[in-house]
């Protein structure tokens, strides 16, 4: 089975650095992605990371470790509009269909 | 890049009966995958919908309860059948990017079903 774990909610002030924590038990790893998901709206992807490292993509950037089962989705100068739940997928074995954590949903205020 | 166009938005349905979730992409793709949406809850995969063959069905999830059709390449249903309160949720279908494995998936806007 598949265990991803992601804190339920966070909140942080407009112009803030969060980071959003995501830890995965998994068989047969192929890579993990990171989804937006605003209420009410479909989830948007925002990032894919298969190898070890820091991947950066504007004010977002998703970070993964294999050996640790960890990756970290980093969001600098928070807007009003971040605010949304953030999803933590793993791609395992031979599915290659996303498994999805709980969700963050972050608040960010004034 | 894959549009999908999924409908009703929403329904409130009556318990007992049944509604049927339509999703159209405007490119062929080889599978579409519908999820489920509780509450505060992670998106769920019900199944697997294969152009040709029977929908792979998850854990927890039958084709009685949740019959798919899946008659070409950019087209796909999903009936929620004898429905209780406990279906109430949001339905999502997706597709992988035609680019292959590892890129993203594309979500549909979903279906909110309240069933009352």
């Known amino acids: 089975g598949q265990n991803i774990d992601q804190p339920t909610e966070m909140t942080a002030t407009e112009g803030a650095i969060v980071q959003i924590n995501c830890t995965y038990q998994t068989s047969g790893f192929n890579g993990l992605f990171w989804y937006q998901q605003h209420a009410g709206e479909a989830p948007t992807f925002l990032s894919y990371?298969?190898?070890?490292g820091l991947e950066e993509k504007g004010r977002f950037s998703s970070f993964l470790s294999r050996s640790k089962g960890y990756s970290y989705l980093l969001l600098k100068e928070l807007q009003m509009k971040d605010s949304a739940s953030y999803l933590c997928?793993?791609?395992?074995?031979?599915?290659?269909?996303?498994?999805f954590g709980r969700g963050t949903s972050l608040i960010v205020h004034p | 890049s894959a549009v999908i166009s999924q409908k009703p938005s929403r329904d409130i349905c009556q318990r007992g009966t049944s509604l049927t979730i339509q999703c159209q992409v405007d490119s062929q793709v080889t599978m579409m995958f519908w999820y489920r949406q509780q509450p505060g809850q992670s998106l769920t995969l019900i199944a697997t919908?294969?152009?040709?063959?029977?929908?792979?069905?998850e854990s927890g999830f039958v084709i009685d309860k949740f019959p798919i059709s899946r008659p070409n390449l950019t087209f796909s249903t999903l009936t929620v059948s004898n429905m209780s309160p406990e279906d109430s949720s949001i339905y999502l279908c997706?597709?992988?990017?035609?680019?292959?494995?590892?890129?993203?998936?594309?979500f549909g806007q979903g279906t909110r079903l309240t069933v009352v």
């Open positions: 997706s597709v992988e990017d035609p680019r292959g494995v590892g890129t993203e998936a594309f």
């Open positions: 990371n298969v190898l070890d």
């Open positions: 919908a294969n152009q040709g063959s029977e929908a792979t069905y």
């Open positions: 997928a793993v791609v395992t074995g031979g599915s290659y269909i996303p498994t």
